[in-house]
């Protein structure tokens, strides 16, 4: 762990983390802090992690931690029960684990985060894929994901290939030589052109030619969108036929009641997984997570309080001991066969849950061999190599899988019968070896009595065998009487099943026919109907540009009126003052022409002519004075400067007089 501690601070103390570490202070962090730390690194990977852990619930933060490492493809060294104990509880040696992991190659898992926002495919059921519409959005979403893929190869490719400044100037410049061609060969074009008497119909020509073009260009679009779509539903019917021959196939082999019995069956278990097992285990999830939140919650505990703790609970388990004890002594006898009762409902229950589990497990499993089989028949259509059988040789296929399905079922009881018969024989072994063994033993007692070798004991032995063989014999011959006569039974049943279903059988063959009718029928007004819609699309599409193309000349237009009445209004101000001015100008009135604009300037001007006056008179008076002020402040710094040098000569001369008086004479 050490090493592990050293190798996270040096990568975390250089950039872009700049985190200073030692092994000190990165050792005594918090839990919480710790995983701060890791969330900082998720962060600088993919920017959508960044955020305060203090602000967000701890099972938000597990569940958002726990799903980017499943993006990033992290495979844990623990268990997937404990990792997550271990993110949510902030263990060291699980967070310590998944940073040197995630350290070690940060650019890689950011290309990875990136790629994983968008090619993590969302996997939706085969049930909601029957829809339509969802099965059309699903597929332009497969096709945008190859899409994103192609596009990031060729980015990357591009990043990959390093252009030069000369390369960049040299394609400019050719680029260049190429427009000035360009633009020569259209002026030239145009001088030949222009000299023509027909030009404007040649134009006209022109247009409706692009225009012409425009529009295949359009149906070929829709066209390879018909063909798509036609594909599409031919996949569809193709995987509805084939469930649909898988059904009828199973519906041959089985009849009403066990179809029922079937469906009561599922009913019954699905019903025990709602109501019963289901909210259980809800309800043992809420328990552990309220367990663990009030654990997060609380204080960091020492050894000793753990100590308390473990030796408290052994306390409480220990008086459950006895009180269980206490109250298994104090039932009476009456009460036997209610706990055995209870006993035994206990043990059906845990069955049930067992079982439970084990339909759990196998559901899962045949979802996944479903969905397996699913992609396996699509990877057959889609290669061709998919064989659909006629009616003659799906009738041949079924007769022969009924055939092995009989040869299986004799094969079967065959070889149930014979491990019934080994199951007797090997106890009837057992017996006799015990048997024997007790005889060899009397014999053997009375040898030493009688000095006898043991025949007629012996004997009695074996004719005891021969009467047990006899036994067994005669019960097998019967229990292969009983298997028999419910061989015929079965074989009765099923025929008159099959006489009552024939009548059913014949009544659904007309309808078939009907149906087919009624599809080639619904083929062909689809067809009509998606050849009209195509072509009043085309004709919709063509009116749309061109009101799209009015609409905008219009908003052109409106514009450019609105800034021309906005100019107008402005001259027609400045004209309206012009005019009040000219009419304030010709008036002999003066109180009237002193309100006149150019009066105000004048007066304005006129000020500022004599604020100019007044101080460059003040500023003529400051040089004049300049140079005596300058001599007189010279003249002040050396009179300062003069008595300053006396009041320290003075001080001085104070000082030694009073030395001297202070001088003892003897």
């Known amino acids: 762990m050490a090493e592990q501690v050293k190798s996270i601070i040096d990568i975390l103390s250089k950039a872009p983390f700049n985190k200073p570490f030692n092994i000190i202070s990165f050792d005594n962090l918090e839990p919480l802090q710790l995983l701060q730390v890791l969330n900082d690194v998720f962060a600088y990977i993919d920017s959508r992690n960044k955020m305060d852990l203090r602000e967000e619930t701890p099972e938000d933060m597990a569940h958002r931690m726990l799903k980017f490492l499943s993006v990033l493809k992290y495979n844990p060294e623990c268990s997937v029960q404990e990792f997550q104990a271990g993110i949510i509880t902030g263990e060291k040696s699980v967070l310590y684990q998944t940073l040197v992991w995630v350290l070690q190659n940060v650019e890689g898992l950011k290309t990875r985060a990136y790629l994983g926002r968008y090619l993590v495919k969302v996997e939706v059921p085969e049930e909601i894929l029957q829809d339509d519409e969802v099965e059309k959005i699903?597929?332009?979403?497969?096709?945008?994901l190859e899409e994103f893929k192609t596009v990031h190869k060729a980015t990357d490719k591009l990043k990959s290939n390093q252009y030069t400044a000369a390369d960049i100037k040299k394609d400019i410049q050719q680029m260049e030589q190429e427009n000035e061609q360009l633009t020569k060969t259209i002026e030239r074009k145009k001088a030949r052109v222009e000299s023509m008497a027909n030009i404007n119909e040649l134009l006209a020509a022109a247009r409706s030619l692009r225009r012409e073009q425009e529009r295949q260009a359009n149906i070929l679009e829709q066209r390879h969108g018909q063909k798509t779509a036609v594909q599409v539903a031919e996949n569809k019917y193709q995987r509805l036929m084939s469930q649909l021959k898988e059904l009828r196939a199973a519906s041959q082999n089985m009849s009403v009641e066990k179809l029922m019995l079937k469906l009561e069956e599922e009913y019954k278990s699905t019903q025990y997984l709602v109501e019963e097992k289901l909210p259980k285990e809800l309800a043992a999830k809420k328990k552990s997570c309220n367990n663990i939140q009030k654990v997060l919650l609380e204080p960091a505990m020492t050894e000793d309080d753990v100590e308390e703790l473990l030796e408290k609970a052994q306390e409480l388990q220990s008086e459950l001991n006895e009180l269980h004890q206490q109250r298994m002594s104090k039932s009476d006898n009456a009460d036997e066969k209610l706990v055995m009762f209870r006993k035994q409902?206990?043990?059906?229950?845990?069955?049930?849950e067992a079982l439970a589990e084990e339909l759990k497990e196998c559901t899962n499993e045949w979802t996944e061999n479903e969905n397996e089989l699913s992609k396996k028949k699509e990877e057959m259509r889609s290669t061709g190599a998919e064989q659909v059988l006629t009616g003659p040789e799906f009738k041949k296929y079924i007769a022969m899988i009924r055939n092995k399905g009989n040869v299986?079922?004799?094969?079967?009881?065959?070889?149930?019968?014979?491990?019934?018969?080994?199951?007797?024989?090997?106890?009837?072994a057992d017996?006799?070896?015990n048997q024997y063994n007790?005889?060899?033993?009397?014999?053997?007692?009375?040898?030493?009595?009688?000095g006898i070798a043991g025949y007629t004991d012996t004997q009695d032995q074996l004719e005891m065998i021969s009467a047990s063989k006899g036994e067994v014999d005669e019960k097998k011959g019967q229990i292969l009487e009983d298997m028999s006569d419910m061989s015929d039974q079965l074989n009765s049943m099923i025929s008159e099943k099959k006489a009552a279903l024939a009548p059913i059988i014949k009544e659904l063959r007309p309808l078939r026919g009907k149906c087919n009718e009624l599809e080639h029928l619904h083929t062909q007004k689809k067809t009509e109907y998606d050849s009209l819609s195509a072509s009043l699309g085309s004709n919709l599409h063509n009116l749309e540009q061109e009101v799209g193309g009015l609409r905008e000349t219009a908003q052109g237009e409106e514009s450019r009126h609105h800034f021309l009445m906005h100019a107008k209004q402005l001259l027609e101000a400045h004209q309206q003052k012009v005019e009040e001015e000219l009419a304030i100008y010709k008036n002999s009135d003066p109180a009237v022409r002193k309100s006149s604009l150019r009066e105000q300037y004048n007066r304005k001007i006129q000020e500022q002519d004599n604020l100019g006056k007044a101080l460059r008179a003040k500023q003529k008076t400051v040089r004049e004075q300049h140079a005596p002020n300058v001599t007189q402040m010279a003249m002040w710094r050396d009179l300062q400067q003069l008595l300053g040098v006396k009041a320290a000569v003075l001080q001085r001369t104070t000082e030694v007089e009073v030395g001297k008086e202070n001088i003892l004479i003897l």
């Open 431 to 433: 017996i006799l070896q």
């Open 138 to 144: 699903n597929t332009e979403y497969i096709e945008l």
């Open 345 to 352: 409902a206990m043990m059906i229950a845990r069955k049930k």
């Open 438 to 450: 007790e005889v060899k033993q009397t014999i053997s007692s009375m040898e030493k009595e009688r």
């Open 408 to 428: 299986y079922k004799a094969k079967r009881s065959e070889m149930a019968d014979l491990r019934a018969e080994v199951g007797v024989l090997a106890r009837t």
